[in-house]
């Protein structure tokens, strides 16, 4: 008997301390402090996967300012614990990382060299949480940055899964910003580091948006997600990768977030990072996706705008 009790008390316990866990995990994170609206241009460390890829901070450096640099660590579909982890490979990694932007991630986000750091995770974001421990590899990157000399902002960049994803690829963004990617992937950084705040680039949100938008007839020439997903070389819809439309929205999201301005009024005709003209969308069309961009940064609080940026 006794020992039967011993082992409903032992069963107790572990269960008790998982329930504690994942209180903790599905704790609400705090809304970070605005911030200053930057004064001049940025250098910006972007890092993560194909998500990011190598146009779209390319085409954010056109929308920035005069003297906006950047430099980036990418792979395909790599995870937060692969870029950190030195013995494990990074897929891609000699095509995705060319000068001259390519810069070592470790040494890049601890040098203090940047303003900004933007760091992301791979998809399937529930995979990354269960088996590539992304909180913890999340925080070892803020702590990391937060000890450069100076500490720069950080950005966590929402990104989005499938567009055949079996959950719905808007439902999927609509439920996971508050509950994976805020709650379950920054909470433990935002509770460790509560000095060293991170903020958000919604584009996963956006993006969501555009398409609502296009699907609903209010963006001329655009009338369906699909048109923002890029095409494999056979022909058929890649439904992870965008197109230069999409990478477009994304880069002014970026743009919105980490200069705190507006995008409406920016260059919509942009070159890749290789040189040539992007595809582009209408003048008008482009208009629209810029005043919803602003619309979705400057609802969500976590963007970190200040009042003054958003009555601007």
Not at 79 to 91: A, N
Not at 214 to 221: F, H, L
Request: hydrophobic fraction near 40%; charge should be negative.
């Amino acid at each position: 008997m006794m020992a039967r009790r011993g082992f409903i008390a032992l069963s107790a316990a572990v269960a008790a301390l998982g329930l504690a866990g994942f209180a903790t995990r599905s704790r609400p994170v705090s809304v970070p402090p605005p911030l200053p609206k930057p004064e001049g241009p940025l250098t910006v460390f972007h890092l993560g996967h194909s998500l990011v890829g190598a146009d779209m901070p390319h085409m954010l450096a056109q929308l920035a300012p005069d003297g906006h640099d950047y430099n980036s660590q990418l792979g395909s579909g790599t995870s937060l614990r692969g870029h950190w982890e030195p013995d494990e490979p990074i897929l891609d990694f000699e095509t995705a990382n060319q000068a001259p932007a390519y810069r070592d991630a470790r040494e890049a986000v601890a040098s203090g060299d940047y303003d900004a750091v933007v760091l992301t995770e791979m998809v399937e974001l529930r995979d990354a949480l269960k088996y590539f421990d992304a909180a913890k590899y999340f925080e070892k990157w803020v702590e990391l940055a937060s000890n450069a000399p100076p500490a720069p902002r950080l950005f966590l960049y929402e990104t989005w899964h499938n567009l055949d994803d079996p959950d719905g690829w808007l439902e999927r963004i609509d439920g996971d910003l508050e509950r994976l990617w805020i709650r379950e992937l920054t909470g433990r950084a935002s509770r460790r580091h509560p000095d060293q705040p991170v903020y958000l680039i919604p584009g996963g949100q956006v993006l969501a948006a555009v398409a609502r938008a296009a699907e609903n007839g209010n963006i001329p020439g655009l009338d369906s997600r699909e048109a923002l997903f890029a095409r494999t070389p056979d022909g058929a819809l890649d439904t992870i990768h965008i197109n230069d439309l999409g990478t477009y929205v994304v880069a002014l999201t970026h743009f919105a977030v980490l200069y705190q301005r507006s995008p409406e009024g920016l260059p919509h005709q942009l070159t890749r990072a290789d040189g040539t003209p992007a595809q582009a969308l209408p003048a008008d069309a482009a208009r629209r996706v810029q005043q919803i961009v602003w619309q979705v940064v400057t609802a969500l609080p976590r963007t970190g705008l200040g009042a003054e940026a958003r009555d601007a």
